[in-house]
């Protein structure tokens, strides 16, 4: 059964602060994804990575960075935290190949005020 | 890059009918057509894909079937349940990443 864990699931922090969102995925998946979800605008990519080390940006990158420095986790990093990224973040991670199905983490709720 | 538009953006049905969602999206080079269904406060779930050298696939109640030429691919629900009841996202890839339409909220009446 494939897991995908995040570091917290609900998370409050203050304008300015650097944020790092933390996800672990149990099933040596090569490829793993953090996307942003905001009500009307569904799942946007912010990053992704198909190897250690190795980071593609997505459709929303700005204000983000990621490092994924083990196979198993990808960290979501908001070197500046703004009000404007308050949201729910979701990770997710595949095998590498012709499959592409997708594993989401439960989420984590960001607020910053 | 792809567009991907998904229609309609709610959908309200009585339990034992049928619904439809239909997704349009812009790149040719897309091969790849998944569905997913996100219930309220849970994670999104693979529920049925295709890939583009087939027109229909089928489980159970739910079917995709697919138009490359006019480049869209549609979601069917028969024989509706409250269970059912969920956001449900298009997301057509072509390679690693998927582009995730902006969903739409299936209400199933009992």
């Known amino acids: 059964d494939v897991k995908v864990t995040q570091s917290s699931r609900y998370l409050v922090k203050r304008t300015g602060e650097k944020v790092f969102l933390e996800c672990v995925q149990d099933?040596?998946?090569?490829?793993m994804f953090w996307y942003r979800q905001d009500p009307g605008l569904g799942l946007r990519l912010i990053y992704f990575s198909y190897d250690v080390k190795m980071k593609e940006k997505g459709d929303i990158p700005e204000g983000y960075s990621v490092s994924r420095e083990k196979k198993e986790r990808f960290s979501l990093i908001l070197e500046s935290a703004s009000t404007n990224q308050t949201s729910m973040y979701l990770c997710?991670?595949?095998?590498?190949?012709?499959?592409?199905?997708?594993?989401f983490g439960p989420g984590t709720r960001l607020t910053v005020t | 890059g792809e567009n991907v538009e998904q229609h309609p953006s709610t959908l309200s049905v009585q339990e034992g009918d049928s619904a439809v969602i239909k997704c349009t999206y812009s790149?040719?080079?897309?091969?790849?057509f998944p569905w997913y269904k996100q219930e309220l406060g849970k994670r999104p779930q693979l529920i049925i894909d295709?890939?583009?050298?087939?027109g229909e696939k089928k489980d159970q109640r739910i079917a995709v079937t697919l138009n490359k030429t006019a480049k869209h691919f549609s979601l069917h629900i028969t024989e509706t349940q409250p269970e059912d009841s969920a956001v449900y996202f298009c997301?057509?890839?072509?390679?690693?990443?998927?582009?995730f339409g902006k969903g739409t909220t299936l209400s199933v009446s009992s």
């Open positions: 997710a991670s595949s095998f590498l190949g012709e499959t592409y199905e997708q594993y």
């Open positions: 099933m040596d998946h090569e490829n």
């Open positions: 790149d040719s080079a897309s091969n790849y």
């Open positions: 997301a057509p890839g072509a390679g690693t990443a998927l582009i």
């Open positions: 295709i890939r583009s050298n087939v």
